[in-house]
């Protein structure tokens, strides 16, 4: 098949990272990938395989309404002339829907990585459910996403679930030499219960939770550090809420780290804090690495997390719960029972060829029928 894939960006985010890992198992598989992205910020393109890199286009809008980045993705998709469409979010499906008044088009599928953002207005989501909505296929990365979005209105042509997928070969546990090394890379000792937090620095992840409640540990003599994966706008002040709670020793921050398995290998743990996810793709990767997990229960994380079992759920927000949690996980014994569960539960149900056969398995299935109709 010939593939094109739309989407926001190539900057490193949950739907970008699944965007280009689905891109490189498809280009794997003998499929032809072609990639417009609408925002001139590239980190994630040199991880894909150099055919696809060369074919990747960059068409930057200039608002929420840009006729000419509209028109020059219909001419593009005009001279690619794919057979299937992959539009990644609400956005590039408006996009797609938009440029195809100026082309014919192939069969879409709207890949859903979103529940509505609390910033979104309602004009936004009305013409986003109306684009989405025309699309022939909507993939869902879990029932409670699908259940969210039908109990609002929207309904698609065609509704499929395909969950993230983790690569289980990469993301596996760290032996006790790689864990020894990665620690010492940070400077932390045997006896200090190293807290992972892979998140963007963004105002939604809430990190500052986090910091409160490791506050409260340290004052109650618990020996810890806080390893921040990830960079963004959110730094300097964390760094300067770490220094007003007495936490600036023992809090570092990796900056962009393209392969978060090595700083993972250095945790005990891993939070996830935010105040809006959907099936975030850090949780599933730190199980994979039998990481236990703590984090908040918003959107489908309760799809990831059997609470009790595979990690721990808790109130967004809530730091009194958040510091017990994290507490109880001091123990070796549970830490490794829950990030045994949280393993298996992976390997099981989140494994990365798995969804990649059933993506493939959809796309083919529409470009065949647009085949077929085309030669009747």
Same mark, same amino acid.
Request: hydrophobic content about 45%.
């Given at each position: ?92 499906? !408006? &996009? ?9 088009? +192939? ?11 609390? #910033?979104?207005?309602?004009? /936004? ?44 070969? $990469? ?16 400077? +932390?000792?045997?006896?200090?219960? !190293? ?9 939604? /992840? ?25 960079? #963004? ?55 994979? &690495? ?39 996980? +001091?123990?070796?014994?549970?830490? &490794? ?15 990365? $060829?798995? &969804? ?21």
């Amino acid at each position: 098949m010939r593939v094109q894939m739309v989407v926001n960006s190539l900057t490193v985010g949950g739907a970008e990272r699944h965007t280009v890992d689905l891109a490189c198992d498809l280009e794997r598989a003998g499929d032809e990938v072609h990639i417009a992205y609408l925002a001139q910020r590239h980190d994630l393109l040199d991880c894909l395989p150099l055919p696809v890199r060369l074919r990747a286009v960059c068409i930057p809008r200039a608002g929420p309404l840009d006729i000419v980045a509209v028109r020059r993705l219909a001419r593009l998709r005009a001279c690619v002339q794919p057979d299937v469409v992959l539009t990644v979010n609400q956005y590039p499906q !408006v &996009m797609q829907r938009w440029s195809a008044a100026f082309a014919r088009g +192939a069969p879409v599928v709207n890949v859903q990585h979103s529940m509505a953002y609390p #910033g979104d207005s309602p004009l /936004k989501l009305v013409v986003g459910r109306s684009a989405l909505r025309a699309a022939d296929a909507l993939v869902y990365l879990s029932p409670s996403q699908q259940s969210y979005w039908r109990a609002r209105g929207l309904t698609g042509r065609r509704e499929v679930v395909i969950p993230n997928g983790v690569d289980l070969e $990469r993301f596996r546990p760290a032996g006790a030499r790689r864990r020894a090394a990665a620690r010492a890379s940070i400077g +932390a000792s045997d006896d200090e219960l !190293v807290i992972g937090v892979c998140a963007g620095l963004r105002a939604e /992840k809430r990190h500052e939770t986090l910091l409160h409640a490791a506050a409260q540990l340290a004052r109650d003599g618990l020996p810890l550090r806080l390893l921040l994966i990830g960079d #963004g706008p959110r730094r300097p002040a964390l760094m300067q809420l770490a220094q007003d709670l007495g936490l600036a020793c023992r809090l570092q921050i990796t900056g962009f780290v393209l392969d978060v398995t090595q700083p993972l290998a250095a945790c005990d743990l891993v939070c996830l804090t935010s105040t809006h996810e959907t099936l975030p793709l850090a949780l599933l990767e730190a199980q994979a &690495m039998a990481l236990p997990v703590v984090a908040s229960r918003i959107g489908a994380t309760a799809d990831i997390v059997d609470d009790g079992v595979s990690g721990f759920l808790v109130p967004p927000e809530d730091v009194g719960q958040l510091a017990n949690c994290v507490s109880r996980l +001091a123990d070796p014994v549970l830490r &490794m029972r829950i990030g045994e569960a949280g393993r298996r539960s992976v390997c099981t149900r989140f494994d990365r $060829r798995q &969804m990649t056969a059933a993506y493939r398995s959809l796309l083919a299935e529409l470009a065949q029928a647009r085949a077929r109709r085309e030669a009747a």
